[in-house]
């Protein structure tokens, strides 16, 4: 989606669009649309035309992923992605939604696709089809840095005067230094102390293909006594700190991002917007945490915890936001101002790449 984030308004919008009737009288297809083993795998539900997706995948190349907790059906193509649940009458298309009318239905364990979609959209996707490559994967290469904050807006601010955007720039680049030397090829979001409104951060990281993006923060709260480094996937928020944390790094977004969504159609949207690569995010933050605890700091780690910050929303790849340590702590504050401990904050985070990076070629032979 490009880093643009939709309202609550917006999915609730989405959400009221109309659903064809059972009683519609299903169109003739478009003449060459529809090849034979589409045209094979046509069946009609509620006087709809709909397509077998195990039939559209075959058709356009793609690999089709199908995730039960969520729901969600994923589907890629070439430079192309779809998504979509049953029963909803909006799908993803390279990350917009799209109305579909009438809405994928699950029958008799199939998945079938409203021939709509096809004729609207995805038979244009099959002239860009990749040719199969048997055995091609490419490993975990692009990463995307982000360094948090910046510009007039500072972050938190210690007890004598640190500030977030200050650390997190300097352990960003400090990251992004360690990974070139491991071949990695990075991309950072800012090199210098500018703003970046929140949804843009997500978006370089989409634009430049990365395969992981790491937001990097200083966490702050009303009690010195807080302490410790943690890092967090986009989910609900665990518990009442996740929630103040998630109100605060979100500050800086427009009115326009809503809260969590709680039940229903609505929820599957929002899986549907930011929750794709939820599982291996989760790992790359449980990899990032221990990596950072075998670094010899003096923080204490706090474990991995999950909240919807508007920074990790609408990037298409496993992400992260790590909070390296309370710089509200008199003690944390003065460890964070010094060049040594800040590269072995940056070494930890590195240490959960590499960790990351070979359990997913081990478990998935992972590929961008």
């Given amino acids: 989606m490009s880093g643009r984030v939709l309202s609550r308004i917006t999915v609730i919008s989405l959400l009221a669009l109309p659903i064809l009737s059972g009683c519609a009288t299903a169109p003739r297809a478009p003449s060459g649309v529809l090849s034979s083993p589409l045209l094979a795998h046509r069946v009609f539900l509620l006087g709809n035309p709909y397509l077998d997706s195990a039939s559209v995948a075959r058709e356009l190349r793609g690999q089709e992923q199908w995730d039960p907790q969520t729901q969600i059906w994923r589907m890629t193509s070439g430079p192309h992605e779809l998504r979509l649940s049953p029963q909803m009458p909006v799908a993803l298309m390279d990350g917009v939604p799209q109305p579909l009318g009438a809405p994928p239905l699950m029958d008799q364990g199939r998945l079938l696709l409203p021939e709509k979609l096809w004729t609207d959209h995805l038979f244009r996707w099959k002239a860009e089809a990749p040719a199969p490559l048997p055995g091609a994967g490419s490993r975990l290469r692009v990463i995307t ?85 943690e890092a967090y996937y986009l989910s609900e928020a665990t518990d009442d700190n996740a929630r103040a944390l998630e109100a605060a790094e979100n500050a800086a977004l427009p009115e326009e991002v809503g809260g969590s969504v709680s039940s229903g159609s609505e929820a599957i949207l929002w899986d549907l917007l930011y929750t794709e690569h939820r599982a291996e995010s989760s790992e790359l933050a449980t990899h990032i945490c221990r990596g950072m605890s075998g670094c010899s700091l003096v923080s204490r780690s706090r474990g991995i915890k999950s909240a919807r910050f508007a920074v990790l929303k609408g990037a298409r790849m496993p992400s992260v936001l790590v909070e390296v340590g309370f710089i509200s702590h008199p003690g944390e504050e003065a460890h964070l101002r010094m060049p040594e401990y800040r590269q072995r904050i940056a070494e930890g985070i590195r240490r959960g790449v590499l960790a990351f990076r070979n359990e997913m070629e081990r478990k998935y032979a992972y590929a961008r």
């Fill in 145 to 229: 840095i982000d360094a948090g904050h910046g510009g007039h807006d500072p972050g938190a601010s210690g007890r004598f005067g640190l500030k977030e955007k200050t650390v997190t720039l300097d352990v960003a680049r400090r990251l992004a230094d360690l990974l070139r030397r491991d071949g990695f090829q990075v991309i950072m979001t800012r090199t210098d102390d500018r703003f970046i409104p929140l949804p843009g951060r997500p978006a370089i990281a989409n634009r430049g293909g990365a395969d992981l993006f790491i937001s990097v923060h200083a966490n702050a709260s009303r009690s010195r006594s807080a302490a410790g480094f």
